[in-house]
């Protein structure tokens, strides 16, 4: 293979650039790994006291990210993210006003490999609160990361919080609105199917978000990330393939999947986990008005899932040929 090396007169701010998404790609990677190792050191160290003050601190807080996480407007504009948004660059477009007097359930899609349209538009500032002032935006994550040590404290700090049904019902029961939950809707399993060009969603079976925004009469907002999926390319996996299998078995043992990836590295661009310097248009479309039904049936939830899906179709319709998408192409539901 024949790599291609980067210049050497790239521009310092373009350096910088570089390695903002480089330490974005340690946290989101390693740092979990890092802390934990960390942990274990202190335990089997001379400092091990600092351990159990930490174990005593964890057992007080585990409900934290289930009751809206612990933001820090000092990390969410660390001036690192402006650099990372600025690398691809990031941009967040809105197509309509959302009260905020209403609490909203933004479904995001596609999943991409890493989510980086979700992490540069939702946990660093001030690009949301500048288009949608008066919301605030909770992504929600698995929530097998805040039982790591030290890194749920980091992760809560960019706002984000935990995926389970208790967390999305917190942020949805805010009296007085404001608040705008962020739920990935593909989850990790779409995250295999994040191939440069394609357009799959895993979404058919997904109605668990429909229910709770109904349950709180949260208003339903697609949102589409064009450009999210071709940030990295992926070893190829074709459903039915003895990869496939073994990603989806282990997806379903630990939670998470395990995409093989590539991208470029920091100074050539032929292998690397670097993400390709490719444009993210993260696009959120109009609200969908949600009417509270604490008991909504099979049907009602059918019914809303099926509006929702049209919105969204609609949304990557009217917005496809900006992004350059293909006249022909169009989004793949399963």
């Known amino acids: 293979m024949k790599v291609e090396f980067a210049p050497i007169n790239i521009p310092l701010k373009r350096r910088i650039q570089t390695v903002a998404v480089l330490q974005w790609i340690f946290s989101f990677l390693l740092l979990a790994e890092f802390c934990c190792g960390f942990f274990v050191i202190l335990i089997l160290g001379n400092f091990w006291f600092l351990a159990v003050l930490y174990l005593l601190w964890l057992y007080l807080d585990w409900e934290t990210p289930c009751a809206g996480g612990r933001r820090s407007q000092w990390v969410r504009s660390w001036t690192v993210w402006k650099y990372f948004r600025e690398y691809f660059p990031i941009h967040l477009i809105k197509t309509s006003e959302l009260n905020p007097n209403h609490n909203y359930l933004l479904g995001f899609h596609p ?55 208790e967390s999305v019902s917190y942020v949805l029961n805010n009296e007085g609105g404001g608040h705008a939950s962020v739920i990935v809707i593909g989850g990790a399993e779409e995250s295999l199917n994040a191939h440069p060009g394609s357009l799959t969603l895993n979404i058919l079976k997904r109605k668990g978000f429909i229910k709770m925004a109904l349950k709180h009469g949260a208003h339903l907002v697609p949102v589409f990330s064009f450009g999210e999926n071709e940030l990295f390319k992926q070893v190829a996996n074709p459903k039915g393939s003895w990869l496939r299998n073994v990603q989806e078995k282990l997806q379903k043992i630990m939670g998470f999947a395990l995409p093989l990836f590539h991208a470029r590295g920091v100074f050539q661009y032929s292998f690397g986990l ?42 990557f319709e009217e917005h496809k040929s900006n992004y350059g998408i293909p006249e022909h192409k169009s989004l793949i539901f399963e």
């Open 111 to 165: 999943h991409g490999v890493l989510v980086a349209g979700a992490f540069g538009n939702f946990c660093t500032d001030p690009t949301f609160k500048n288009l949608f002032p008066g919301l605030t935006p909770y992504l929600h994550i698995m929530p097998i990361w805040f039982g790591c040590p030290f890194f749920r404290e980091y992760i809560m700090s960019a706002g984000m919080v935990s995926a389970s049904k």
């Open 274 to 315: 670097i993400p390709y310097r490719q444009p993210i248009h993260t696009v959120v479309g109009s609200p969908i008005p949600v009417k509270q039904n604490l008991n909504p049936t099979n049907e009602e939830i059918d019914q809303l899932h099926a509006l929702y899906l049209q919105k969204l179709k609609k949304l």
